[in-house]
């Protein structure tokens, strides 16, 4: 079966602007998370959902947000970029919960100049 | 809290054996661990829960002590594909809290 696929592969933003990120989950998992990599602060847990409600969200501030569809399918949203969001945003799918192992997708490299 | 890995990176012939450990200061649930070469998605290698037995298949293993809040990995026999960085996620629920992630182990492999 596919894999986790997320869109855009690679982006580049300018300061100020917002982004939005799609990412289709493996067919059959309810459960999607985000996460931010960067080489400082490695992976990093943003938020995730499970049939279309978020049941978490890790420390980040309120320009982070996402929302899953009821085909299972999630977006996150950044708006007003800073520098220090350049990052390999990575999601994640499972069939729902930390008891299960994750399926990553490739990843979407933003980049804020 | 992000769990600490050890050693931070480490260099073996094909064929050698390592081990690379990940411990937490908070009372756990479950331990992932994963793999991650360079440029392409980590890699789901497999899951230790609170109270089950230790998981393995062919030269890949790992344990979780739970008492100590720590998991080890036990890669036998290295080979080349083996190469990448390693991460432990962490999870203190059973439910979906995301994983927290150790900071990874550079492992390189050399013929």
């Known amino acids: 079966k596919a894999g986790v696929t997320q869109t855009p592969r690679y982006l580049i933003k300018t300061r100020g602007q917002q982004v939005t990120l799609s990412c289709s989950p493996i067919?059959?998992?309810?459960?999607v998370s985000w996460y931010q990599q960067t080489p400082g602060q490695g992976l990093q847990f943003l938020f995730e959902?499970?049939?279309?409600?978020?049941?978490n969200k890790g420390n980040f501030p309120g320009r982070f947000s996402g929302r899953q569809f009821s085909n299972s399918r999630s977006e996150m949203n950044v708006s007003t970029l800073e520098l220090g969001d350049s990052a390999l945003y990575l999601c994640?799918?499972?069939?729902?919960?930390?008891?299960?192992?994750?399926?990553f997708g490739s990843g979407t490299r933003l980049t804020v100049v | 809290q992000q769990p600490v890995q050890s050693p931070q990176a480490v260099i073996l012939r094909e064929g050698e054996d390592a081990v690379i450990n990940c411990s937490s200061s908070?009372?756990?649930?479950?331990v992932h661990w994963y793999r991650q070469k360079h440029g392409e998605a980590p890699v789901f290698l497999m899951i230790?829960?609170?109270?089950?037995e230790q998981k393995g298949h062919e030269k890949i293993s790992a344990s979780f002590n739970e008492k100590k809040q720590q998991s080890s990995l036990y890669l036998t026999a290295s080979q080349l594909s083996y190469s990448g960085t390693y991460f432990c996620?962490?999870?203190?629920?059973?439910?979906?809290?995301?994983?927290?992630f150790g900071k990874g182990t550079h492992l390189i492999i050399q013929p």
């Open positions: 067919s059959g998992h309810r459960s």
């Open positions: 994640a799918s499972n069939d729902g919960g930390d008891i299960y192992g994750y399926t």
């Open positions: 908070k009372a756990l649930y479950s």
């Open positions: 996620g962490t999870a203190s629920g059973g439910g979906a809290d995301g994983l927290t």
């Open positions: 230790l829960l609170k109270g089950g």
């Open positions: 959902y499970f049939s279309e409600t978020q049941r």
